[in-house]
């Protein structure tokens, strides 16, 4: 027999205000959060607490993720994590780690199956985590604690057990051309379109297509290395973790006008370097990607 469920995580500002939600039906469901989160916590935590609320059922699990870094973190990317000392590829330390040496414990002799589905889109469960997951964030924003739920089979509804993971610190900016700035000084708007630019590179934000959505002004588009010219919805739909690392060099950043700045790098793999720009333009508070192009150097 199988169970089915969807697990699902929430943000308000990301970091901020953070829940969890999974939901298999009226009478087993739960939730909970943190006065300050990020939505991976969420998506990773309400997977490990369904994952150790049926720990002693027999059933096969399937669980239903809007979130392909929650899906490829477990599937796909944990064995070379552990084997390396639970550090990526490029050496640093992976994100939410203890969360994810949970789930490593509580995926141990299971059969659960992960299955992606489109969020905000109608699917019934996914649409119960996803209220779940978001009313526990809302809640901790009120400086009230959300219903943990009924729970499933033998686990009692009560504190949160998961209560106590924090996020993982953010990373400093990494040294370039704008690092004399004085400690007393925040980050010029310069430094904050080269460290957004640095993100769209992680898996982490191109796994996860609300943090790409934020970074990507409505009438984004693109014009790949091949020349095709890329829409938003067709850049969301298809953009995924990076086949190969990429080392992103700063070659100029300029001010065109008070809220646009157009930064150009050479992105640089194993196998070729390619010169790229960005224009960037302030939107909604934040800087936001409004154009990209690429091309392959000789």
């Known amino acids: 027999m199988t169970l089915i469920a969807a697990a699902d995580g929430s943000a308000l500002g990301n970091p ?17 959060g943190w006065p300050h989160g ?4 969420g998506e990773l935590t309400a997977v490990l607490d369904l994952l150790q609320q049926t720990a002693d059922l027999d059933d096969e699990l399937l669980v239903y993720c809007d979130s392909t870094y929650v899906i490829n973190s477990i599937t796909k990317w944990m064995p070379g994590w552990k084997r390396k000392n ?10 939410n780690v203890e969360i994810m040496k949970a789930l490593d414990a509580a995926m141990q002799g299971r059969r659960v199956r992960f299955e992606w589905v489109k969020g905000h889109a109608g699917h019934e469960l996914n649409e119960e985590a996803d209220r779940l997951a978001n009313g526990a964030a809302v809640a901790y924003s009120q400086g009230k ?11 009692a509804a009560g504190a949160d ?19 004399l700035l004085t400690e007393d000084v925040g980050p010029s708007d310069e430094e904050r379109v080269v460290a957004l630019e640095r993100d769209l590179l992680t898996d982490e ?10 970074l990507l002004h409505p009438d984004w588009a693109e014009i790949g290395r ?6 938003r919805d067709e850049m969301l739909a298809a953009i995924g973790p990076l086949a190969e690392q990429i080392t992103l060099d700063v070659i100029t950043v300029t001010r065109v006008a008070q809220d646009v700045i157009l930064l150009v790098w050479r992105a640089s793999t194993d196998r070729r370097t390619t010169l790229r720009s960005t224009l960037w333009v302030r939107h909604g508070g934040d800087w936001q990607a409004r154009f ?3 091309t392959d150097e000789d």
């Open 16 to 32: 901020g205000p953070a829940g969890w939600g999974w939901y298999v039906d009226a009478d087993r469901w739960a939730c909970g």
């Open 86 to 95: 639970w550090r990526k590829g490029d050496g640093k330390p992976v994100q």
């Open 161 to 179: 057990p998961h209560a106590a993971y924090t996020p993982t610190a953010a990373p400093e900016l990494e040294a370039d051309l704008f690092s």
């Open 145 to 155: 604690r959300p219903d943990p739920g009924p729970g499933i089979g033998a686990a």
């Open 205 to 214: 934000v191109r796994s996860d297509p609300a943090a790409v959505a934020a």
């Open 38 to 41: 990020t939505n991976n916590m």
């Open 292 to 294: 990209h192009q690429g």
């Open 226 to 231: 091949s020349g095709r010219l890329w829409s």
